[in-house]
């Protein structure tokens, strides 16, 4: 066995302490608080759990929820990804704006639009239509996560399809496949491992969804839902929230290990030698048109989603007095700015910090530097399966108390928003270290520089790309998120995402409008920086 | 001129392709024979691949014609032609067996499955692969590979196969069995192929008829030994083989022969072999391969084309050992076969007059 530097085993060590105080700790102490009744072990909430029709209900909707729109999200994501990778289409560039867009704004965006257009006081339900229907419940929310997680779909699928080789493509029609068969012959069955970890990613997001089923669940309760209403609740279970975390965790872990086990194993060896460079071969035009039609009417609905939360943001009374006002605006200032700056401090913070640790973590594991680096691979992308809402119920059964007793302050915010990027950070920072040649350190140490030096002087410069794409997602999201933050923060340490749920959920969807579009323009300011201060070379969403 | 149509398996007619404002293919014009075996011959990015994925149909012309059996092909799809392309990464489908691989171009030929089946066996037999057809691409070695792919492409009895490049990913001891192997296949079954290679002693040993290309044009065509001993121009001169160049001013031309001198005053007699003009006072380039010039301690017995000369190097390259002379002003590269001993000092230089040839630039 290689013998491993001492400042490796350090920095390894520091990464254990971190992620077991944070992220094990939490996970434990909940798995303990749905055990220990009064008098010590016992199965009795779980038992209490899996008798209450309550609970019931609730694991069954999610189940159904995440089944019915993992499966529509993942067709979209394949239609646009096709669309977009394999066929010659006019307006790509709008098409891929549109996945840029709903991967950067709110989690819930499309929620509180469809409340403003299909809700008790929607535009099109109430106003238009004058129609008492009722979209709230599954078919709404249905609705809603395929429009909110097809662009995770996509993401993964249009790398796959992208790095199908199309020579396989040219040799089918070589031998006489037509167009059709090209795509039921040989594109799809290739596609399908990537189709699997598509739904398995879409999956893991709509279980763990919180917003969109606040906003628009009404009388469908899911899991994620029951957690925030155990803790929130009139009367606050603990013990009971835990338990539901445990339910809600077991299929997300599931999932999360399957998704890893498939990625790991990349189920097709693509037999290639010299690659070649061959532009894409025409489609037929009904196949062309068809994909196009499709493509644009799905992207109208993101459109229309974001329009109306616009257009909400300036209309003085929603539902019933359609005129320009800026009394939204107005309202939200007084709570809405000292919270935005909360947003931007802690974001700021915790995307540095989780850059910077999630280039470390992917060095040790990459390079294989770290004692016990399967764990430290394992823990350090766990964080990406664990429901906001677990990992928040969790924060608090841990910190409330001494000896570590961090809630209500900032930094348990900042902390939580790290722990939960961390695998964002990770991603980032191996993909970087993969394209580096590790006889590029070799020659540095060779050279007479340490692995410290080396890392310093030859690896943190080459990986700057890498360590701000970790930086600008890692802050998006801790810019967006709100599934842990609503438990973790105060009232000094309050967040716009937190509030701007609360005045959807409670009857001001203009007021919520107006925060949003602050929100929005608050990431794309700061995005617009990042992009001066670090030039070209910070390549942001290649979709 | 019926006849020779219907011998002609490909005739492609002054077609161009450009990309852009690169011309990919200016005005290429050649002819394959049936049952020949016509290699174009190359540099990387000459052209040749995009040659013939055209005349495979993956490419429209923009200008030119392409007739495959006689028929103008232009604006079929590539399903339509019956062309049967290997890949030069072999492109075997990774989710189909060697069987299914080889048989997929024959679920568009409407066969009844037993009639499949045989034809998957004889083309296995024929390439001796029988035993690896319940296998998976990624099982196979690179030469198993590349016979699965020709077993693919031949298996639908296609009117020409095009092979691009499919040795290149094979290492050096197998090329060359597997190119000796294509050729007796070729020859068996009596199939066209069109093959693009940049490896020249590929295309010498494979070709029956050479199609050399050069920044999208066709520079030279012919059999590999006019190809080898009568370059047309420089660059075919030096792009296959070792060759000496040699600048010199015509003194005499006739029909048959032509006289010149070159800059140290060394006087060359020169069969005509070329119908590139040469007058009188013209100065021109002249080529000779190193296997073509003799040398010897003895003076030889003609005074024709012969100057004394010093050997300032000798390397040892197994079969052969490689002189470098010095003959006045020139440096010539002169190989003999090896035998015990290695010259040294002050020799005689002959060179051949039916060897000497004119190159145009």
Redesign the interface.
């Known amino acids: 066995m290689r013998v491993r530097e001492p400042a490796m085993a350090a920095i390894t060590a520091a990464m254990f302490l971190f992620l077991t105080i944070f992220l094990l700790w939490p996970l434990g102490e909940m798995i303990a608080k749905s055990l220990i009744g009064k008098n010590g072990l016992t199965g009795a909430l779980y038992y209490e759990a899996i008798t209450q029709p309550r609970f019931g209900n609730a694991f069954y909707n999610s189940v159904c929820m995440a089944v019915l729109s993992t499966i529509t999200a993942t067709l979209v994501g394949y239609v646009f990804a096709y669309a977009i990778t394999r066929v010659n289409l006019p307006g790509k560039s709008v098409f891929r704006a549109i996945i840029i867009l709903q991967l950067i704004t709110l989690p819930f965006s499309t929620g509180l639009a469809f409340l403003l257009l299909f809700g008790r006081n929607g535009l099109i339900t109430s106003t238009l239509l004058r129609a008492t229907v009722d979209l709230y419940g599954l078919p709404g929310l249905w609705f809603v996560q395929t429009l909110s997680f097809f662009p995770v779909a996509y993401l993964v699928l249009a790398g796959v399809l992208r790095s199908i080789d199309p020579t396989f493509e040219y040799a089918a029609r070589n031998l006489g496949a037509g167009g059709r068969n090209v795509f039921v012959d040989i594109i799809l069955p290739l596609s399908i491992p990537g189709i699997a970890n598509a739904m398995l990613l879409v999956a893991l997001n709509v279980l763990a969804d919180f917003g969109n089923p606040i906003l628009i669940g009404g009388n469908f309760s899911v899991l994620a839902t029951e957690i925030y209403y155990q803790v929130a609740g009139i009367v606050s279970n603990f013990g009971m929230a835990g338990v539901f975390s445990i339910f809600l965790l077991m299929p997300v872990v599931t999932i999360f290990l399957i998704q890893k086990y498939l990625v790991s194993k990349r189920l097709y060896v693509t037999v290639t030698g010299a690659p070649t460079t061959l532009r894409i071969s025409p489609s037929s035009l009904y196949v062309k048109w068809g994909l196009f039609t499709f493509c644009t009417i799905i992207s109208s609905l993101v459109v229309l989603t974001y329009g109306s939360i616009i257009v909400g943001a300036f209309t003085r009374t929603w539902g019933y007095d359609y005129s320009f006002s800026l009394n939204n605006m107005q309202q939200i200032m007084y709570q809405g700015i000292p919270t935005l700056i909360n947003a931007l401090t802690y974001a700021i913070e915790a995307s540095i910090v989780c850059a910077f640790l999630g280039v470390l973590v992917a060095y040790l594991v990459v390079r294989r530097q770290a004692i016990g680096q399967g764990f430290l691979d394992l823990f350090s992308t766990l964080p990406s399966a664990i429901p906001g809402v677990v990992l928040g119920v969790g924060y608090i059964f841990a910190f409330n108390t001494p000896p570590l007793a961090i809630t209500g302050t900032a930094a348990i915010i900042v902390l939580n928003h790290i722990v939960r990027r961390l695998p964002t950070g990770f991603q980032a920072g191996s993909a970087g270290l993969r394209q580096i040649d590790v006889s590029i350190e070799e020659a540095s140490m060779s050279l007479g520089a340490s692995r410290m030096g080396t890392i310093r002087r030859i690896v943190f410069p080459l990986l700057k790309s890498a360590f701000g794409a970790g930086f600008i997602y890692t802050f998006i999201k801790s810019m967006t998120t709100v599934s842990a933050a609503i438990f973790l923060v105060s009232a000094d340490t309050n967040l716009p995402s937190v509030i701007i749920l609360g005045l959807a959920d409670n009857g001001y969807p203009g007021q919520a409008a107006a925060l949003s579009i602050v929100v929005f323009a608050a990431i794309i300011v700061t995005l617009v920086a990042a992009r001066l201060i670090g030039g070209n070379k910070l390549k942001l969403f290649e979709v | 001129m019926v006849a020779a149509m219907e011998k002609q398996a490909v005739y492609v007619n002054n077609v161009s392709k450009r990309f852009g404002p690169t011309e990919a293919v200016d005005g290429a014009t050649f002819v394959v024979e049936k049952q020949s075996f016509t290699v174009i011959l190359g540099p990387s990015g000459c052209g040749k691949t995009t040659l013939l994925r055209t005349i495979?149909?993956?490419y429209e012309p923009d200008e030119g014609e392409i007739y495959i059996d006689g028929k103008i092909v232009n604006t079929e799809?590539?399903?339509k032609r019956s062309?049967?392309?290997v890949?030069?990464?072999?492109?075997?489908?990774?989710?189909m067996s060697v069987k299914e691989n080889i048989g997929?171009?024959l679920?568009?030929?409407k066969l009844s499955k037993t009639e499949s089946n045989e034809r998957i066996l004889k083309v296995g037999k024929t390439l001796g692969i029988e035993n690896l057809l319940d296998r998976w691409?990624?099982q196979l070695s690179?030469g198993e590979?590349q016979r699965v792919a020709v077993a693919?492409?031949l298996v639908?009895e296609p009117q020409v196969l095009l092979l691009d490049e499919p040795l290149?990913?094979l290492d050096a001891k197998v090329r060359a069995r597997v190119r000796t192997e294509l050729k007796r296949l070729q020859r068996a079954l009596g199939i066209t192929a069109i093959h693009v290679t940049h490896d020249q002693e590929e295309a010498l040993v494979i070709g029956d008829s050479v199609v050399v290309m050069n920044k999208g044009k066709i520079v030279q065509i012919g059999p590999p030994s006019d190809i080898y001993y009568k370059p047309r121009t420089r660059f075919v001169a030096d792009f296959i083989g070792t060759n000496n160049f040699i600048d010199a001013q015509i003194t005499k031309s006739s029909a048959t022969a032509l006289e010149a001198q070159t800059k140290g005053g060394l006087k060359l007699v020169i069969d005509r072999d070329t119908d590139l003009a040469a007058k009188e006072n013209e100065r021109v380039v002249l080529s000779v391969r190193p296997e073509s010039i003799h040398i010897s301690k003895e003076e030889p017995r003609t005074t024709e084309n012969v100057a004394r000369g010093r050997i300032r190097d000798a390397t040892f390259l197994g079969t052969v050992v490689r002189y470098y002379v010095q003959v006045n002003e020139l440096e010539l590269i002169v190989d003999v076969q090896s035998g015990d001993e290695i010259l040294q000092g002050d020799v005689y230089v002959a060179l051949d007059r039916s060897k000497l040839h004119l190159v145009g630039e």
């Not at chain 2, 890949?87 to 989710?95: G, I, K, W």
């Open positions: 495979a149909g993956f799809p590539p399903h062309t049967g392309l890949f030069q990464n072999y492109a075997l489908f990774p989710h997929y171009g679920k568009f030929k691409p990624s690179g590979q693919r492409a639908t290149s990913n």
